[in-house]
């Protein structure tokens, strides 16, 4: 419910921080987006169960980024992606993460807001 | 052009073939853990074995002589019930589950198989649990043991390579943990960074895990005491 919501929100509604996203994506906590994929600016080895995302800002809209970092599996029901910002009809979940995503909402857009620097 | 397309059919071929192998997890190993399992000598996992044969000489020697192959026919389905090898050798005495004691015992039996294929007499219908938690989605992460160790395995996550998970190093000696440990610990390990539940060690859903991972393992030859990173 509250991934649909976002879904719809325009883009301004949280406005995101590329700094703060850039220590999100290229960071070792919840993000860590480096595990699998390469990233321009990464200080460390990179993995590959991804596609690169240089140039990422060029190909997807901010609600396309967004959507897919709340929940790739929508786009490729295959994805190992895991879903950053949806909680509902996961299985399994360990009690202390019930509930919670992975990503705060605020912290969906600042990664967002990175990404979009990413030409 | 002729020869080209055969060449190509041919490259085809061979990937599909190579796609389709079970890979033993000391192939995606580096180097020096290569090594370290090459070498009795200096591998760690041996003292865990020395232990399990003072152990067994105690203990077991009394009805046992020989467990050569043993270890290569489990897990196995015994009276309707899965069985691992550690779930067997606690038939006696119910030495717990990761203590030093079980993990010597094990590490001795399945000593005794190196080198031998995984030949658990398992039907498709014994699996069938194990298969389908396999490829059950699970943890905040959201994902089945086979988006990493089937779809993807060879690739890198961070800096390490992804193997096909199969089991035929286990016991292992792993330099994370600095010791000796089971399959069972391994799998808690996974689903662990999966942000999942834990299975909890001989439960119903571990033991059919373990299962379909020995079906799906048929002919990796046991490693025990393998090293892993």
């Known amino acids: 419910m509250r991934a649909a919501v976002l879904l719809f929100l325009p883009v301004v509604a949280f406005a995101g921080d590329p700094a703060k996203g850039k220590e999100i994506v290229l960071g070792r906590g919840d993000g860590n987006c480096l595990l699998c994929h390469a990233i321009p600016g990464a200080d460390r080895t990179a993995g590959n169960l991804g596609p690169s995302l240089s140039g990422v800002g060029s190909r997807f809209s901010p609600g396309q980024l967004r959507s897919r970092l709340i929940d790739a599996s929508r786009f490729n029901p295959k994805s190992a992606m895991p879903p950053y910002g949806r909680v509902e009809g996961l299985h399994a979940v360990a009690p202390q993460y019930r509930g919670k995503p992975l990503l705060t909402d605020q912290e969906i857009e600042d990664a967002v807001a990175f990404m979009l620097t990413l030409k | 052009m002729k020869r080209r397309t055969f ?72 009276n309707g019930r899965i069985v691992t090898l550690e779930g067997k050798i606690r038939h006696k005495e119910a030495f717990a589950y990761e203590s030093d004691e079980l993990l010597a015992l094990t590490s001795y039996v399945a000593h005794q198989s190196r080198g031998m294929p995984i ?40 800096a390490e390579t992804l193997s096909q998970g199969q089991p035929n190093g286990y016991p292992a000696y792993r330099l994370e943990w600095q010791k000796m440990g089971s399959l069972e610990r391994r799998i808690r390990a996974c689903m662990f960074g999966l942000h999942a539940e834990l299975p909890a060690y001989g439960s119903d859903a571990m033991l059919e895990l373990e299962l379909f991972l020995a079906w799906r393992a048929s002919g990796l030859p046991i490693e025990t005491p393998a090293v892993r990173r």
């Open chain 2, 119 to 158: 030949q658990a007499k398992i039907s498709e219908k014994d699996v069938q649990k194990g298969n389908t938690a396999y490829y059950q989605r699970r943890g905040q992460m959201n994902l089945a043991c086979a988006h990493c160790h089937e779809q993807n395995w060879g690739k890198h996550l961070g």
């Open chain 2, 7 to 78: 060449i190509f059919v041919l490259a085809a071929l061979l990937a599909c073939t190579a796609q389709a192998q079970n890979r033993s997890g000391l192939e995606f190993a580096s180097e020096e853990i290569r090594r370290l399992q090459a070498s009795d000598a200096e591998n760690p996992g041996m003292l865990w074995v020395d232990q399990g044969a003072k152990l067994f000489a105690q203990k077991c020697a009394s009805c046992h002589v020989s467990m050569k192959g043993v270890a290569a026919r489990y897990p196995a389905v015994e």
